[in-house]
């Protein structure tokens, strides 16, 4: 077995770590085991909670790939069937059903490490005693959100209107919704919502999300809309206007792994709302969740049709599977009470009382049909090759395609990065202030699905890099350092208030020294000198994972042209709905049409934990 294993990490299959796993956990006279280990350890380093003992058959291990090497494997642990794989990890010392403290837990038909199982049941527990209706005054909340809300036309119903009623009305609620669905203007009337309906004259609200960058734009966005609203002074003051990130609301501590705030020290608020919280990993999911108070309401809002997080996990994911069981009689009664929209309850086969804090928002307001943008998004998020190969082939003036085989086309992508970041790096030169040039920089940026060579993060930033000074846009430099040089923060630094995601850039300040610029949720300027920074990288390239929060007014994305695995349909999906104007793609058409028919899979067992 172990000959076989090692087959497979040199073939990048497993990683030497997934076998020494297994070597630590089990021994070499019991070859199921020793698979078993190993395949969960690199399925967590996939960002997978556990393995399901059905992918412990030959057409499953290694999703199809090297399917003789995989037969073998199967051979070396004895040919097991599902209910042997059973018997046999729960004969094993190592393993256990989550009763004694053991490395595996096997529970479910899955199998976890201990640590992920802990977590993961935290979550379930969480999510199952916070599901419950909270008492409200029926009359008033049908007073403030007939106020707040338009009266539906021809009966359609109101998303955003129930969406805030669904949020009142639970202690935790998720709220979903596609690019332009109003999630912001949603959130702004809940949290209005909530103030006008306040007895007590004291409510305290918290606004946060994964990255700085996704605060940033949930204060922006929240700030925007509060002029909408008509509040006496003593509501004003209540009404939240800075978001921050999940890290700084937690307390996380300089150099160090431990959070001010957890179940010993909870948080001192009534309400959170967190928004683009489809980012959020189980590890983080389950540390904000311990750092709660007992009576707080929480809202957690995002689309869950966009990239998952980068660690492990789907937590927004797997709730936001029970969408498909609509809301319960009781509960469908009780919103149309509540909102004026006629909604109708369903029987579900597994009756389950999250399906009753849910809420998909489902009309766009920023596409029309003449967009190609938002046709482009459907296509892709419903799997649709077909319309999605007609929309990008189309006659829509906001998406455009280019093929990426040659090097002519590869410099012809440079030329498009060059002409995109032309205008800030001029106001850069001409001494425009600051906000101007970081407004003017975020308006186009380019997305990249790899890290690591000509199609990746790292290779386009130093190609973009030669171009701009080739054209002049890029004048002297000291070492690595230039005048407009864009950075991204890579790793979190409490101190300095920097954390990953944030964006800056080096200008001068008013004595004529270079600092890196960066601007805060609340609208103020940070300086920084660029020996003090974390760890960054240049940022005219940045992976799709680090877009998530942003808009851009013109994306583009670039995929390599050939197909890997991590190359999916939500990937994809999230490039597309990063644009507001303007979307181009650079990919070949046989790479992009087999990303769209690649939906992502992370496997959990919080789906079934939730309904138990």
């Not at 030497?16 to 297994?22: G, V």
């Not at 440079?414 to 970041?421: D, F, H, R, T, V």
Request: hydrophobic content about 40%; charged content about 15%.
């Amino acid at each position: 077995m172990l000959s076989l294993l090692e087959q497979a990490a040199s073939l990048g299959l497993l990683r030497p770590l997934d076998i020494q796993f297994a070597r630590t956990v089990s021994t070499e006279d019991a070859p199921a085991i020793l698979l078993a280990a190993a395949l969960l350890s690199a399925e967590v380093g996939a960002g997978h909670i556990c393995l399901t003992l059905d992918h412990l058959q030959a057409d499953k291990i290694f999703a199809g790939r090297q399917p003789e090497l995989a037969e073998n494997l199967c051979l070396a642990a004895g040919q097991l069937d599902q209910s042997q794989w059973q018997k046999q990890l729960m004969n094993c010392t190592s393993v256990s059903d989550g009763s004694n403290a053991t490395p595996l837990v096997l529970q479910n038909q899955c199998l976890y490490l201990q640590r992920m199982w802990q977590s993961e049941g935290e979550v379930a527990r969480f999510i199952r005693n916070n599901c419950e209706p909270r008492i409200i005054n029926e009359y008033q909340l049908r007073i403030v959100l007939d106020r707040l809300f338009e009266t539906p036309i021809n009966h359609e119903p109101n998303w955003q209107k129930i969406a805030v009623a669904v949020a009142i009305t639970r202690r935790m609620s998720v709220i979903s919704g596609g690019p332009g669905t109003g999630k912001t203007t949603t959130i702004a009337k809940l949290l209005a919502t909530l103030i006008y309906l306040n007895q007590n004259g004291c409510l305290r609200i918290k606004l946060a999300a994964p990255t700085g960058k996704a605060a940033a734009r949930l204060s922006e966005a929240i700030n925007s809309t509060k002029h909408q609203l008509v509040f006496t002074p003593n509501q004003h003051s209540l009404f939240p206007t800075k978001a921050e990130t999940l890290h700084r609301l937690l307390g996380l501590q300089p150099n160090r792994q431990y959070l001010r705030y957890n179940r010993e020290n909870p948080l001192h608020l009534d309400v959170l709302v967190i928004d683009e919280a489809s980012m959020i990993d189980l590890s983080m999911m389950t540390h904000l969740m311990s750092a709660l108070p007992e009576q707080v309401q929480v809202i957690f809002l995002g689309d869950h049709h966009q990239l998952a997080s980068v660690e492990g996990g789907a937590v927004f994911g797997d709730i936001c599977r029970f969408f498909s069981e609509g809301y319960s009689e009781a509960r469908a009664a009780e919103l149309t009470r509540l909102t004026g929209c006629v909604l109708c309850g369903q029987l579900a086969t597994k009756a389950t009382i999250i399906r009753d804090s849910l809420c998909l928002l489902h009309k766009s307001y920023r596409f029309n049909t003449q967009s190609g943008i938002g046709q482009l998004a459907h296509s892709v998020n419903t799997g649709d090759i077909t319309r999605a190969r007609a929309v990008i082939n189309g006659n829509f003036s906001d998406v455009t395609r280019y093929s990426l085989r040659t090097t002519k086309e590869y410099q012809a992508l440079l030329a498009m990065c060059s002409e995109g970041y032309q205008k800030y790096l001029q106001q850069v030169h001409a001494g425009a202030d600051t906000v101007t040039v970081l407004t003017t920089f975020s308006s186009f940026q380019v997305l990249c699905a790899l890290r690591a060579g000509p199609f990746g993060v790292v290779g386009l930033n130093q190609q973009i890099e030669t171009t701009l000074r080739r054209t002049g846009l890029i004048r002297c430099s000291l070492g690595c350092w230039y005048l407009g040089r864009p950075v991204m923060i890579e790793r979190n630094n409490n101190t300095l208030g920097l954390y990953n995601g944030d964006l800056g850039i080096a200008l001068l300040d008013e004595y004529g020294k270079l600092n890196i610029s960066f601007l805060l949720p609340d609208g103020s300027i940070k300086l920084v000198n660029p020996h003090c920074l974390p760890v960054h990288i240049t940022a005219y390239a940045m992976t799709l994972h680090k877009s998530q929060g942003s808009e851009f007014d013109h994306t583009v994305l670039v995929l390599p042209n050939y197909f890997l695995p991590l190359l999916t349909r939500e990937l994809v999906y999230t490039a597309v709905t990063r644009a507001r104007n303007q979307f181009s793609l650079w990919a070949t058409d046989q790479t992009l049409m087999q990303a769209i028919c690649t939906p992502t899979q992370r496997h959990s067992g919080l789906s079934k934990r939730l309904i138990q």
